[in-house]
């Protein structure tokens, strides 16, 4: 990859083109660019997804991987690359229990644990990958890929942190560590007797999803830099800064997650910051504003604003309504996510 420009063309932003030359970003700095960074180049919340996406998938030589559009089947011999957020669990304290526990009881309790734990993956469309003992390693993003699994993976981990405390089958209250992780890595499929049975993932996020597990105090959910970063503004965060890890040369940054941010949606998260003027909708938000009153005329009205993700709709609808802060009206917001699309939640 020669240059910037390359790499945006390559995928499909070439229109950022002149606005990352004027503000002299290269290959070299791309890595450090954040959410924040990107809206005050005026970059598309769609397209702002899709950069730190593909930023997030630089190798060392600074070449973004093109994504797979379907999942084909793949032969023994061969892997498939993927953009992954891994989560892996652990159950705090499992050997003093079954010190204390008749060895039945220990096999309740830990048929509870997995139960409970393959609810809430499901629940967040996670894949179990593997269980190990009293530790589980979860894929999210395989083998079907969503714009927001690092989001859905944070939302897991804390909801079981507080499912898993719940379980009162013994006299204690349990508590596990979770370590999540995102990036690049190869899909293998392990063969017993050259016969299939798992797919498993090849590369250092896993590494480092199992490091962070190990780091984390009881009852914590730490994240990389990489998945904190595909969900600023989702979350509460506490930068616990540099951290040295086993295997690693150089620290490594780490975040514990503290619980969510509690905005009122996805768009106002991802924009914590006061949004840039909008530009070129003039004729989309004089439309909006004679319809508004023909509506307050009692004549009645509905508008539906439809477009591809990322051109600014959310945008629109947010403008408007401060057109309308003087005037007497009910701001009614409903979310829909892909994840539901199937069913009447």
């Not at 083109?17 to 005026?42: H, P």
């Not at 409970?116 to 530790?135: F, H, L, N, P, W």
């Not at 090849?202 to 994240?223: D, H, K, M, S, Y």
């Amino acid at each position: 990859m020669g240059d910037v420009t390359e790499w945006l063309e390559s995928i499909g932003l070439s229109e950022y083109v002149q606005r990352f030359v004027e503000n002299g970003i290269d290959l070299s700095v791309l890595g450090d660019l954040t959410e924040q960074d990107l809206k005050e180049l005026g970059v598309l919340l769609g397209h702002r997804r899709k950069l730190l996406r593909a930023i997030a998938e630089l190798d060392d030589a600074a070449r973004p991987k093109p994504a797979k559009t379907a999942i084909e089947p793949m032969r023994p011999d061969e892997g498939e690359r993927r953009h992954l957020t891994v989560m892996f669990c652990d159950l705090v304290g499992s050997t003093a229990l079954a010190a204390q526990l008749d060895p039945e009881d220990m096999q309740t309790l830990i048929g509870a644990y997995h139960t409970c734990i393959t609810e809430v993956i499901s629940r967040y469309q996670g894949k179990i990958a593997r269980y190990m003992g009293d530790g589980v390693l979860v894929y999210f993003g395989y083998p079907r890929a969503h714009e927001d699994d690092a989001e859905q993976a944070v939302r897991a981990a804390l909801v079981l942190v507080d499912a898993i405390a719940s379980i009162r089958n013994v006299g204690t209250t349990l508590q596990i560590r979770v370590g999540i992780a995102t990036g690049t890595v190869v899909v293998t499929e392990l063969l017993i007797d050259n016969i299939p049975t798992e797919r498993a993932v090849v590369g250092e996020t896993p590494n480092l999803a199992a490091r962070l597990q190990a780091f984390a105090e009881p009852g914590a959910v730490l994240i990389c830099a990489s998945t904190r970063r595909l969900t600023e503004g989702e979350f509460h965060h506490r930068d616990l800064g540099p951290v040295a890890l086993k295997g690693w040369a150089e620290p490594v940054r780490v975040y514990q997650v503290l619980g969510m941010s509690r905005l009122e949606s996805r768009f106002e998260a991802t924009h914590s910051a006061k949004l840039p003027p909008l530009f070129g909708r003039e004729e989309e938000i004089e439309l909006l504003l004679r319809r508004w009153r023909q509506a307050t005329q009692d004549e009645g009205r509905v508008v539906t604003l439809t477009g591809e993700p990322g051109i600014g709709k959310s945008h629109i609808a947010s403008a408007l309504n401060e057109r309308l802060q003087d005037e007497s009206h009910i701001t009614l917001r409903y979310f829909c996510s892909e994840h539901h699309t199937h069913s009447s939640c």
